[in-house]
T-cell receptor
């Protein structure tokens, strides 16, 4: 089945130790998103790639970076995780064209714990 | 600026009764509206969407939503609730002018008691 896959599902890191979360998709969607979600709040968009174009949200801390080496993969890098970065990180994909605005498909999420 | 509001943090319904989860929106131009459901420790699952056409939209798991342009609402409904419907529900909106981003509401926790 076509899907959005996130690895790992659970990640534990130490304060200040860089961590990378990965997302892959078999949907061949041109847009990929990273969201941060804390304790049942609404997902907060960090950034998204529209094809190869990177779009950063104005309030996303510099501590968060992203890479999209190809259509299928997208990575979230947290350079120096703080205790406040502990959250669920959700990857999503969507197909967006000049005539379509499809819904977003979400992966299962990676729960990040910072010790 | 586009926005979406879910006025109820929690909705409690007895199993077998109808349920409604409310959503209102504000967007310039024609809206694209979505409902998602989230179970504990899972990602969001798409339920249904309104793009154009019939105001009553049918989606997954027996859910439906009614688009009301005059009231700028897109309430989620189900005729007969199941205990398994207990989850967190998010309404979302996208303006046509916003090609790729959607705005989520704050979420409503739906609790169905047996």
């Amino acid at each position: 089945d076509a899907m959005v896959i996130q690895n790992p599902r659970y990640q534990v890191t130490q304060f200040g130790k860089p961590v990378t979360l990965s997302c892959s998709q078999t949907l061949n969607h041109n847009v990929m998103y990273w969201y941060q979600q804390k304790s049942s709040q609404a997902p907060k968009l960090l950034f998204h790639y529209y094809d190869k174009d990177f779009n950063n949200e104005a309030d996303t801390p510099d501590n968060f970076q992203s890479r999209r080496p190809n259509t299928s993969f997208c990575f979230l890098d947290i350079r120096s995780p703080g205790l406040g970065d502990a959250a669920m990180y959700l990857c999503a994909t969507s197909r967006v064209t000049s005539g379509r605005r499809d819904e977003q498909f979400f992966g299962p999420g990676t729960r990040l714990t910072v010790l | 600026a586009q926005s979406v509001a879910q006025p109820e943090d929690q909705v409690n319904v007895a199993e077998g009764n109808p349920l409604t989860v409310k959503c209102t929106y504000s967007v310039s131009g024609n809206p694209y509206l979505f409902w998602y459901v989230q179970y504990p420790n899972r990602g969001l699952q798409f339920l249904l969407k309104y793009i154009t056409g019939d105001n009553l939209v049918k989606g997954s798991y027996g859910f439906e939503a009614e688009f009301n342009k005059s009231q700028t609402s897109f309430h989620l409904k189900k005729p007969s609730a199941l205990v398994s419907d207990s989850a967190l529900y998010f309404c979302a909106v996208r303006a046509y002018s916003s090609a790729s981003k959607i705005i989520f509401g704050s979420g409503t926790r739906l609790s169905i008691r047996p």
